[in-house]
């Protein structure tokens, strides 16, 4: 598929993750959200790396299961973070989607044109029932994610 699966940094990321491995917004989820991604982008043009580096870096910097404003701001400073010191072999755009996609994932009525962000955003809302919320396919940015939705509802 051409994607950027850098272990070292998903390494980091498992290490320094303060909720621990068995929380609802580690590993487990990351994993589903990049398996909705990998759905949702295989035909749509979304970069595929940028949703990959999304899906394990969204969630990294939370501090709290529940209401954690910030941790959006604090993920896209992380992915500034890992870029400056080398550890993110990405282009400047890709940065900037990925930056954007972080930042603004948990901000109500977010929104962008960009199919590789819609589809990063759409993995992360596929994976709400895990936390109790519906999905409401209004705030689906991708047909995809929609027909993604309406086979789990089946």
């Known amino acids: 598929m051409g994607v950027q699966q850098p272990v070292d940094i998903l390494s980091l990321i498992e290490k320094e993750f303060k909720l621990g491995s068995d929380s609802i917004h580690g590993k487990f989820h990351w994993d589903r959200v990049w398996d909705f991604g990998k759905a949702i982008g ?3 043009g979304a970069d595929l790396t940028v949703v990959y580096l999304f899906s394990y870096l969204h969630d990294s910097q939370r501090v709290d299961e529940s209401e954690d404003d910030g941790h959006g701001e604090r993920a896209a400073a992380f992915v500034q973070e890992l870029f400056a010191k080398g550890r993110l072999d990405i282009s400047e755009k890709q940065l900037e989607q990925l930056i954007f996609a972080c930042r603004f994932h948990d901000k109500v009525g977010s929104r962008s044109d960009d199919i590789s962000i819609q589809t990063c955003w759409d993995a992360d809302r596929l994976d709400l029932p895990r936390v109790g919320i519906k999905v409401d396919p209004a705030r689906l940015n991708t047909g995809e ?9 089946e």
């Open 42 to 44: 295989k035909n749509n």
């Open 145 to 153: 994610a929609v027909r993604l939705l309406r086979l789990r509802e």
